[in-house]
């Protein structure tokens, strides 16, 4: 199984990528589940939501306390949270940031696998707004293979009919502009 967990602000669509991730993967026939964390949290606070991706179907119901995968939507999480509490070792964090990948790794002690994209840049020339979440969507699809561009187009355009191909635009963008250090 592997348990990803998305940090955002709220606003920003964490959520929404969470469960856009699991769809996708299920039409491509695999088990998911996808569920927020939600506390008295308002729009630009922190916020966290979570995916499960299996082969088989998924009989816990509980919180990701160490994830494999962390998503980072906003930059500005990284400094109110720690983004890598409970990351499994070797784990993969996919980081929104203008930063260069050799700029990055310093602040995760190199313990981590890192995939960089700047989501913001390009949402806000794709989709005219800086909400990330579809973009990320696309960094994350580059970044762990597991699932494919087609499949998360799909979902996009169920979610968002009226700002599909932006949305999608920005997604492919992503996964083209998205730099992997292992």
Same mark, same amino acid.
Do not use: C
């Given at each position: 199984?592997? #348990? &990803?967990?998305?940090?955002?602000?709220?606003? +920003?669509? %964490?959520?929404?990528? %969470? *469960?856009?991730l699991?769809?996708?993967? &299920?039409?491509? /026939?695999?088990?998911?589940q996808a569920?927020p964390s939600?506390?008295?949290?308002?729009?630009?606070?922190?916020?966290?939501?979570?995916?499960?991706?299996d082969?088989?179907?998924?009989?816990?119901?509980t /919180? &990701?306390a160490?994830?494999?995968?962390?998503? @980072?939507?906003?930059?500005?999480?990284?400094?109110a949270?720690?983004? !890598?509490?409970?990351?499994?070792?070797?784990?993969?964090? @996919?980081?929104? !940031?203008? $930063? =260069?990948?050799? #700029?990055?790794?310093? #602040?995760f002690?190199? $313990?981590? =696998?890192?995939?960089?994209?700047? %989501?913001?840049?390009?949402?806000r #020339?794709?989709? =005219?707004?800086?909400? !990330?979440?579809t973009t990320?969507?696309?960094?994350?699809?580059?970044?762990?293979?597991?699932?494919?561009? *087609?499949?998360?187009? $799909? +979902? &996009?355009?169920?979610?968002?009919?009226? @700002? %599909?191909?932006?949305?999608?635009?920005?997604? =492919?963008?992503?996964?083209?502009e998205?730099?992997i250090k292992?």
């Amino acid at each position: 199984m592997i #348990e &990803i967990r998305w940090h955002g602000r709220g606003g +920003q669509g %964490a959520v929404a990528s %969470a *469960e856009i991730l699991a769809l996708a993967v &299920i039409d491509e /026939g695999k088990a998911a589940q996808a569920f927020p964390s939600f506390g008295p949290e308002r729009r630009g606070a922190p916020v966290m939501a979570f995916t499960r991706i299996d082969d088989d179907f998924i009989y816990l119901r509980t /919180g &990701i306390a160490e994830p494999d995968i962390v998503v @980072v939507l906003d930059p500005t999480v990284v400094a109110a949270v720690d983004v !890598t509490s409970g990351l499994k070792d070797k784990g993969l964090i @996919v980081l929104n !940031t203008h $930063k =260069r990948i050799d #700029e990055v790794p310093k #602040e995760f002690d190199n $313990k981590y =696998r890192l995939a960089v994209v700047d %989501a913001t840049k390009i949402a806000r #020339e794709e989709i =005219r707004s800086p909400i !990330t979440n579809t973009t990320m969507l696309g960094a994350f699809a580059r970044a762990t293979g597991l699932v494919s561009l *087609e499949s998360v187009e $799909k +979902q &996009i355009s169920k979610r968002f009919p009226s @700002v %599909a191909e932006a949305n999608i635009r920005a997604m =492919r963008r992503a996964y083209d502009e998205t730099v992997i250090k292992e």
